[in-house]
Protein backbone atom coordinates (compact mmCIF):
# COMPACT_ATOMS: atom_id res chain seq x y z
CA UNK A 1 0.00 0.00 0.00
CA UNK A 2 1.37 3.16 -1.11
CA UNK A 3 1.71 6.47 1.66
CA UNK A 4 -1.32 8.06 2.46
CA UNK A 5 -2.62 10.04 -0.02
CA UNK A 6 -1.09 8.61 -3.60
CA UNK A 7 -2.87 6.40 -5.61
CA UNK A 8 -3.87 3.19 -4.37
CA UNK A 9 -5.53 -0.38 -5.25
CA UNK A 10 -8.65 -0.53 -3.20
CA UNK A 11 -8.83 -3.20 -0.83
CA UNK A 12 -11.80 -5.43 0.80
CA UNK A 13 -11.11 -5.26 4.82
CA UNK A 14 -13.13 -6.95 7.07
CA UNK A 15 -12.86 -6.53 11.10
CA UNK A 16 -13.73 -9.52 13.23
CA UNK A 17 -14.34 -8.38 16.76
CA UNK A 18 -18.24 -8.23 18.78
CA UNK A 19 -17.44 -4.40 19.82
CA UNK A 20 -17.40 -2.13 17.91
CA UNK A 21 -18.58 1.91 16.95
CA UNK A 22 -20.53 3.81 18.69
CA UNK A 23 -19.02 2.00 21.86
CA UNK A 24 -17.21 4.95 23.68
CA UNK A 25 -14.15 3.79 25.33
CA UNK A 26 -11.68 0.66 24.86
CA UNK A 27 -11.73 -1.70 22.04
CA UNK A 28 -14.84 -0.64 20.41
CA UNK A 29 -13.26 2.63 19.99
CA UNK A 30 -10.56 1.42 19.34
CA UNK A 31 -11.66 -0.72 16.39
CA UNK A 32 -13.86 2.23 14.77
CA UNK A 33 -11.06 4.78 14.56
CA UNK A 34 -8.98 1.72 12.86
CA UNK A 35 -11.75 1.69 10.69
CA UNK A 36 -12.34 5.24 9.73
CA UNK A 37 -8.23 5.27 9.19
CA UNK A 38 -8.62 2.15 6.69
CA UNK A 39 -11.23 3.74 5.12
CA UNK A 40 -9.61 7.29 4.78
CA UNK A 41 -7.06 5.34 2.75
CA UNK A 42 -9.32 4.09 0.21
CA UNK A 43 -10.65 0.99 1.63
CA UNK A 44 -13.78 -0.45 1.37
CA UNK A 45 -14.65 -1.98 5.05
CA UNK A 46 -16.88 -4.15 6.57
CA UNK A 47 -17.05 -5.34 10.64
CA UNK A 48 -18.94 -8.26 11.61
CA UNK A 49 -19.80 -7.35 15.65
CA UNK A 50 -22.43 -6.73 17.98
CA UNK A 51 -24.77 -4.20 18.86
CA UNK A 52 -23.02 -1.97 20.91
CA UNK A 53 -22.69 -3.55 24.43
CA UNK A 54 -19.72 -2.12 26.31
CA UNK A 55 -19.34 -1.10 28.96
CA UNK A 56 -22.59 -2.12 29.85
CA UNK A 57 -23.15 -5.20 28.81
CA UNK A 58 -26.40 -4.37 27.36
CA UNK A 59 -26.83 -4.30 23.83
CA UNK A 60 -28.56 -1.28 22.65
CA UNK A 61 -29.98 -0.89 19.30
CA UNK A 62 -27.91 2.17 18.06
CA UNK A 63 -28.62 3.24 14.72
CA UNK A 64 -25.66 5.23 14.59
CA UNK A 65 -23.30 4.16 11.61
CA UNK A 66 -19.63 5.05 10.39
CA UNK A 67 -19.26 6.94 6.53
CA UNK A 68 -18.29 4.10 4.41
CA UNK A 69 -18.06 1.32 6.76
CA UNK A 70 -20.89 -1.35 6.70
CA UNK A 71 -21.65 -2.84 10.43
CA UNK A 72 -22.84 -6.59 10.04
CA UNK A 73 -24.38 -6.48 13.83
CA UNK A 74 -26.38 -8.94 15.28
CA UNK A 75 -27.00 -10.22 19.54
CA UNK A 76 -29.25 -7.89 20.17
CA UNK A 77 -31.89 -10.46 21.79
CA UNK A 78 -28.60 -11.36 24.68
CA UNK A 79 -28.76 -10.89 27.95
CA UNK A 80 -24.67 -11.14 29.79
CA UNK A 81 -24.47 -12.04 32.98
CA UNK A 82 -23.14 -10.11 35.83
CA UNK A 83 -20.16 -12.13 36.19
CA UNK A 84 -17.05 -11.59 34.15
CA UNK A 85 -16.50 -15.49 33.41
CA UNK A 86 -20.26 -16.31 32.53
CA UNK A 87 -19.79 -12.98 30.37
CA UNK A 88 -17.30 -15.07 28.65
CA UNK A 89 -18.71 -17.70 27.97
CA UNK A 90 -21.92 -16.64 26.59
CA UNK A 91 -19.89 -13.57 24.30
CA UNK A 92 -17.43 -16.57 22.86
CA UNK A 93 -20.06 -18.95 21.06
CA UNK A 94 -22.44 -16.21 20.34
CA UNK A 95 -19.98 -14.32 18.53
CA UNK A 96 -18.42 -17.25 17.14
CA UNK A 97 -21.22 -18.28 15.79
CA UNK A 98 -22.21 -14.47 14.45
CA UNK A 99 -19.14 -14.42 12.69
CA UNK A 100 -19.76 -17.86 10.83
CA UNK A 101 -22.74 -16.90 9.45
CA UNK A 102 -21.56 -13.69 8.69
CA UNK A 103 -18.49 -14.70 6.72
CA UNK A 104 -20.44 -16.83 4.28
CA UNK A 105 -22.01 -13.83 3.25
CA UNK A 106 -19.34 -11.69 3.16
CA UNK A 107 -15.91 -13.53 3.88
CA UNK A 108 -14.85 -14.73 0.03
CA UNK A 109 -15.05 -10.64 -0.60
CA UNK A 110 -12.01 -9.69 1.76
CA UNK A 111 -8.82 -9.34 1.05
CA UNK A 112 -8.03 -8.70 4.39
CA UNK A 113 -9.46 -10.01 7.31
CA UNK A 114 -8.56 -8.31 10.69
CA UNK A 115 -9.40 -10.08 13.57
CA UNK A 116 -9.50 -8.35 17.00
CA UNK A 117 -8.35 -10.32 20.37
CA UNK A 118 -10.15 -11.00 22.63
CA UNK A 119 -12.41 -12.82 21.89
CA UNK A 120 -10.90 -15.54 20.64
CA UNK A 121 -12.86 -18.54 19.96
CA UNK A 122 -14.70 -17.54 16.64
CA UNK A 123 -10.96 -17.76 14.88
CA UNK A 124 -11.24 -21.37 14.94
CA UNK A 125 -13.09 -20.76 11.86
CA UNK A 126 -11.97 -18.29 10.26
CA UNK A 127 -9.53 -19.63 8.43
CA UNK A 128 -11.95 -22.13 6.59
CA UNK A 129 -14.15 -19.71 5.17
CA UNK A 130 -12.02 -16.38 4.16
CA UNK A 131 -11.04 -16.34 0.70
CA UNK A 132 -7.94 -18.16 -0.56
CA UNK A 133 -5.27 -16.25 -0.28
CA UNK A 134 -6.74 -13.55 2.33
CA UNK A 135 -4.16 -12.08 4.83
CA UNK A 136 -5.29 -12.78 8.33
CA UNK A 137 -4.30 -10.66 10.70
CA UNK A 138 -4.83 -10.77 14.60
CA UNK A 139 -4.55 -7.47 16.79
CA UNK A 140 -4.27 -8.60 20.12
CA UNK A 141 -5.64 -6.00 22.84
CA UNK A 142 -5.85 -8.67 26.09
CA UNK A 143 -3.71 -11.83 26.78
CA UNK A 144 -6.99 -13.69 28.28
CA UNK A 145 -4.17 -16.25 29.09
CA UNK A 146 -2.29 -14.12 31.81
CA UNK A 147 -5.26 -13.40 33.62
CA UNK A 148 -6.61 -16.52 34.26
CA UNK A 149 -3.41 -17.67 35.12
CA UNK A 150 -3.47 -15.22 37.86
CA UNK A 151 -6.46 -17.47 39.57
CA UNK A 152 -5.90 -20.80 41.50
CA UNK A 153 -8.09 -24.40 42.00
CA UNK A 154 -8.89 -26.84 40.36
CA UNK A 155 -11.04 -25.53 38.21
CA UNK A 156 -9.10 -22.40 37.31
CA UNK A 157 -6.04 -24.65 35.95
CA UNK A 158 -8.72 -26.27 33.57
CA UNK A 159 -9.75 -22.97 32.77
CA UNK A 160 -6.43 -21.36 31.88
CA UNK A 161 -5.61 -24.64 30.33
CA UNK A 162 -8.76 -24.18 27.80
CA UNK A 163 -8.14 -20.38 27.18
CA UNK A 164 -4.58 -21.14 26.79
CA UNK A 165 -5.79 -24.00 23.93
CA UNK A 166 -7.64 -21.31 22.07
CA UNK A 167 -5.56 -18.40 21.94
CA UNK A 168 -2.39 -20.91 20.70
CA UNK A 169 -4.51 -21.87 17.93
CA UNK A 170 -6.18 -18.36 16.77
CA UNK A 171 -2.88 -16.86 16.65
CA UNK A 172 -1.29 -19.20 14.96
CA UNK A 173 -3.88 -18.94 12.62
CA UNK A 174 -2.96 -15.68 11.52
CA UNK A 175 -0.26 -14.63 8.78
CA UNK A 176 0.47 -11.89 11.03
CA UNK A 177 -0.25 -10.05 14.96
CA UNK A 178 0.06 -6.85 16.19
CA UNK A 179 -0.03 -6.39 19.74
CA UNK A 180 -0.39 -3.56 21.76
CA UNK A 181 2.98 -3.29 24.10
CA UNK A 182 6.52 -4.97 23.44
CA UNK A 183 5.52 -7.22 26.42
CA UNK A 184 2.65 -8.92 25.13
CA UNK A 185 4.58 -9.94 22.29
CA UNK A 186 7.08 -11.26 24.08
CA UNK A 187 5.02 -13.59 26.80
CA UNK A 188 2.85 -14.50 23.82
CA UNK A 189 6.21 -15.75 21.68
CA UNK A 190 7.49 -17.47 24.23
CA UNK A 191 3.73 -18.80 25.90
CA UNK A 192 2.95 -20.35 22.38
CA UNK A 193 6.11 -20.45 20.80
CA UNK A 194 5.59 -18.43 17.74
CA UNK A 195 7.67 -16.83 14.88
CA UNK A 196 8.37 -13.23 16.01
CA UNK A 197 9.28 -12.26 12.40
CA UNK A 198 4.82 -12.41 11.87
CA UNK A 199 4.64 -9.89 14.62
CA UNK A 200 5.03 -6.29 15.28
CA UNK A 201 3.82 -3.96 18.26
CA UNK A 202 1.74 -0.69 17.89
CA UNK A 203 0.93 0.61 20.62
CA UNK A 204 -2.77 2.22 21.67
CA UNK A 205 -3.50 5.88 19.83
CA UNK A 206 -4.85 9.14 20.84
CA UNK A 207 -8.60 8.85 20.47
CA UNK A 208 -9.40 12.16 22.04
CA UNK A 209 -10.85 14.76 19.74
CA UNK A 210 -10.01 18.27 19.55
CA UNK A 211 -10.93 20.53 21.98
CA UNK A 212 -14.39 21.41 21.93
CA UNK A 213 -14.94 25.55 22.44
CA UNK A 214 -16.91 25.71 25.82
CA UNK A 215 -16.62 22.20 26.63
CA UNK A 216 -14.98 23.13 30.41
CA UNK A 217 -18.03 25.07 31.44
CA UNK A 218 -20.46 21.97 30.25
CA UNK A 219 -18.32 20.21 33.41
CA UNK A 220 -18.49 22.35 36.11
CA UNK A 221 -21.35 20.61 37.70
CA UNK A 222 -19.09 17.31 38.11
CA UNK A 223 -16.57 19.08 40.63
CA UNK A 224 -16.82 20.83 43.61
CA UNK A 225 -15.48 24.84 43.33
CA UNK A 226 -11.89 25.11 45.48
CA UNK A 227 -11.23 21.66 45.30
CA UNK A 228 -8.00 19.63 43.44
CA UNK A 229 -9.78 16.88 41.59
CA UNK A 230 -8.38 12.85 41.25
CA UNK A 231 -9.74 11.48 38.43
CA UNK A 232 -10.19 8.14 36.92
CA UNK A 233 -12.03 7.95 33.74
CA UNK A 234 -12.47 4.78 31.28
CA UNK A 235 -13.54 0.84 32.07
CA UNK A 236 -13.81 -0.66 35.46
CA UNK A 237 -13.16 -4.57 35.40
CA UNK A 238 -10.99 -6.69 37.59
CA UNK A 239 -7.88 -5.90 35.68
CA UNK A 240 -8.20 -2.20 36.93
CA UNK A 241 -8.51 -3.68 40.76
CA UNK A 242 -11.70 -1.42 41.26
CA UNK A 243 -11.81 -2.08 44.90
CA UNK A 244 -8.14 -0.92 45.33
CA UNK A 245 -8.49 2.01 43.09
CA UNK A 246 -11.34 3.39 45.80
CA UNK A 247 -9.56 2.54 48.43
CA UNK A 248 -6.60 4.49 47.31
CA UNK A 249 -8.79 7.67 46.99
CA UNK A 250 -10.05 7.14 50.10
CA UNK A 251 -6.69 7.96 51.33
CA UNK A 252 -6.09 10.45 49.47
CA UNK A 253 -9.29 12.61 50.63
CA UNK A 254 -8.29 11.41 54.68
CA UNK A 255 -4.78 12.59 53.87
CA UNK A 256 -5.81 16.16 51.75
CA UNK A 257 -9.13 17.82 52.67
CA UNK A 258 -8.46 20.19 49.40
CA UNK A 259 -8.75 17.12 47.22
CA UNK A 260 -11.91 15.53 45.62
CA UNK A 261 -11.67 11.99 44.12
CA UNK A 262 -14.19 11.50 41.00
CA UNK A 263 -14.67 8.04 38.91
CA UNK A 264 -16.61 8.50 35.58
CA UNK A 265 -17.89 5.09 34.27
CA UNK A 266 -20.34 2.67 33.40
CA UNK A 267 -21.12 -1.36 33.66
CA UNK A 268 -21.37 -3.66 36.76
CA UNK A 269 -18.79 -2.69 38.87
CA UNK A 270 -19.17 1.14 38.61
CA UNK A 271 -22.95 0.37 39.88
CA UNK A 272 -21.46 -1.96 42.92
CA UNK A 273 -19.12 0.70 43.86
CA UNK A 274 -21.51 3.52 43.24
CA UNK A 275 -24.61 2.24 45.54
CA UNK A 276 -21.71 0.43 48.14
CA UNK A 277 -18.77 3.45 48.34
CA UNK A 278 -19.76 7.11 50.56
CA UNK A 279 -17.91 10.01 50.36
CA UNK A 280 -18.99 13.68 50.29
CA UNK A 281 -15.81 14.30 48.36
CA UNK A 282 -16.07 11.13 46.24
CA UNK A 283 -18.56 11.01 43.35
CA UNK A 284 -19.39 8.60 40.65
CA UNK A 285 -20.27 9.90 37.24
CA UNK A 286 -21.35 8.23 33.91
CA UNK A 287 -18.90 8.44 30.98
CA UNK A 288 -18.85 12.17 29.38
CA UNK A 289 -19.67 12.10 25.76
CA UNK A 290 -16.75 12.04 23.46
CA UNK A 291 -16.55 16.15 22.84
CA UNK A 292 -15.96 16.21 26.91
CA UNK A 293 -12.94 14.04 27.16
CA UNK A 294 -10.13 16.91 26.46
CA UNK A 295 -11.42 18.92 28.46
CA UNK A 296 -12.03 16.34 31.19
CA UNK A 297 -8.51 15.10 30.97
CA UNK A 298 -7.36 19.03 30.94
CA UNK A 299 -9.45 19.62 34.26
CA UNK A 300 -8.17 16.85 35.87
CA UNK A 301 -5.19 17.52 38.31
CA UNK A 302 -4.23 14.07 38.52
CA UNK A 303 -5.50 11.07 36.14
CA UNK A 304 -4.75 7.49 37.68
CA UNK A 305 -4.34 4.49 35.52
CA UNK A 306 -4.60 1.04 37.81
CA UNK A 307 -3.53 -2.36 36.74
CA UNK A 308 -4.10 -5.06 39.71
CA UNK A 309 -0.94 -6.72 40.64
CA UNK A 310 -0.03 -9.65 37.96
CA UNK A 311 -1.67 -8.02 34.83
CA UNK A 312 0.88 -6.00 33.26
CA UNK A 313 1.81 -8.30 30.87
CA UNK A 314 -1.82 -8.88 29.47
CA UNK A 315 -2.39 -5.09 28.18
CA UNK A 316 -1.26 -1.48 27.69
CA UNK A 317 -3.88 0.79 28.85
CA UNK A 318 -5.38 2.49 25.61
CA UNK A 319 -6.40 5.43 27.90
CA UNK A 320 -2.62 6.39 28.51
CA UNK A 321 -2.11 8.46 24.90
CA UNK A 322 -5.40 10.79 25.88
CA UNK A 323 -3.80 11.56 29.23
CA UNK A 324 -0.20 12.41 27.93
CA UNK A 325 -1.78 14.11 24.90
CA UNK A 326 -3.86 16.42 27.46
CA UNK A 327 -0.24 17.26 29.86
CA UNK A 328 -2.30 15.83 32.81
CA UNK A 329 -0.34 14.49 35.69
CA UNK A 330 -0.21 10.60 35.65
CA UNK A 331 -0.05 8.23 38.68
CA UNK A 332 0.04 4.65 37.20
CA UNK A 333 -0.31 1.52 39.44
CA UNK A 334 1.54 -1.59 37.58
CA UNK A 335 3.83 -4.39 38.43
CA UNK A 336 7.58 -3.46 38.68
CA UNK A 337 10.09 -3.62 35.72
CA UNK A 338 6.77 -3.73 33.35
CA UNK A 339 6.53 -1.77 29.63
CA UNK A 340 3.84 0.75 31.68
CA UNK A 341 5.97 1.22 34.67
CA UNK A 342 8.95 2.21 31.51
CA UNK A 343 7.07 4.47 29.92
CA UNK A 344 4.79 6.28 32.45
CA UNK A 345 8.23 7.25 33.91
CA UNK A 346 9.50 7.97 30.41
CA UNK A 347 6.72 10.79 30.99
CA UNK A 348 7.75 13.93 32.72
CA UNK A 349 4.31 14.03 34.50
CA UNK A 350 3.64 10.54 35.32
CA UNK A 351 4.99 8.52 38.48
CA UNK A 352 4.56 4.51 38.39
CA UNK A 353 3.97 2.81 41.69
CA UNK A 354 5.24 -0.45 41.57
CA UNK A 355 3.33 -1.41 44.55
CA UNK A 356 -0.36 -1.35 45.63
CA UNK A 357 0.49 -0.72 50.04
CA UNK A 358 -1.10 2.30 50.78
CA UNK A 359 2.00 3.51 52.06
CA UNK A 360 3.49 2.52 48.72
CA UNK A 361 0.68 4.57 46.46
CA UNK A 362 0.21 7.70 49.07
CA UNK A 363 3.80 8.38 48.43
CA UNK A 364 3.56 7.99 44.71
CA UNK A 365 0.26 10.15 44.71
CA UNK A 366 2.23 12.90 46.89
CA UNK A 367 5.38 12.77 44.66
CA UNK A 368 2.92 12.88 41.56
CA UNK A 369 1.26 16.10 42.80
CA UNK A 370 4.63 17.92 43.38
CA UNK A 371 5.22 17.63 39.62
CA UNK A 372 4.40 20.86 36.91
CA UNK A 373 1.87 19.45 34.06
CA UNK A 374 3.63 18.62 30.89
CA UNK A 375 4.16 21.08 28.02
CA UNK A 376 3.04 20.48 24.47
CA UNK A 377 6.39 19.54 23.61
CA UNK A 378 6.95 16.74 26.12
CA UNK A 379 3.98 15.24 25.57
CA UNK A 380 4.63 15.22 21.57
CA UNK A 381 7.67 13.88 21.90
CA UNK A 382 6.38 10.47 23.27
CA UNK A 383 2.89 10.72 21.63
CA UNK A 384 5.18 9.58 18.73
CA UNK A 385 5.49 6.41 19.69
CA UNK A 386 1.29 6.38 19.40
CA UNK A 387 0.03 7.16 16.78
CA UNK A 388 -2.70 5.36 14.29
CA UNK A 389 -0.99 5.89 11.04
CA UNK A 390 1.82 3.97 11.28
CA UNK A 391 -0.83 1.16 12.76
CA UNK A 392 -2.91 1.80 9.24
CA UNK A 393 0.03 1.77 7.17
CA UNK A 394 1.13 -1.87 8.56
CA UNK A 395 -2.57 -3.52 7.94
CA UNK A 396 -2.71 -2.45 4.55
CA UNK A 397 1.14 -3.43 3.64
CA UNK A 398 1.93 -6.77 5.72
CA UNK A 399 2.23 -9.64 3.59
CA UNK A 400 4.00 -12.25 5.84
CA UNK A 401 3.53 -15.62 5.55
CA UNK A 402 2.89 -18.22 7.95
Known amino acids: MAAQGSSVVQQEILILSPFFYPEPISTGKYNGLVAQGLAGRGARVAAICSYPI ?30 PLLRRAVLEPWYLLHCASQMLKVGRNADRVLAVFPPSLFMLVVPMLARRGAKIIGIVHDLQGVYAARKSGTA ?7 IGWVERRAFAACDHLVFLSETM ?8 GLDVRRTSVHY ?15 LDHYFQPGLKSLVYSGALGEKQAPDKLVALMLEVLERHPDWQARVF ?7 RLKATVS ?34 DGSLPSKMP ?8 LLCITDPASELERLVNSYPAGVACTNWAPGATIAAFEQVIRRPRATRAESDALLKQFTLDGLIDRLLTVEASK
Request: glycine share 6%; proline share 11%.
Open 54 to 83: YPDWVPQRDPSELPGVEALRGGAWIKYPQK
Open 156 to 162: AKLLQSA
Open 185 to 192: RDVTVDTY
Open 204 to 218: PFVTIPDDTPGADAE
Open 265 to 271: SQGPVFE
Open 279 to 312: HERLAFHPLVDARLLPALLKRSDVQVVPQDTGTS
Open 322 to 329: NIIAAGTR
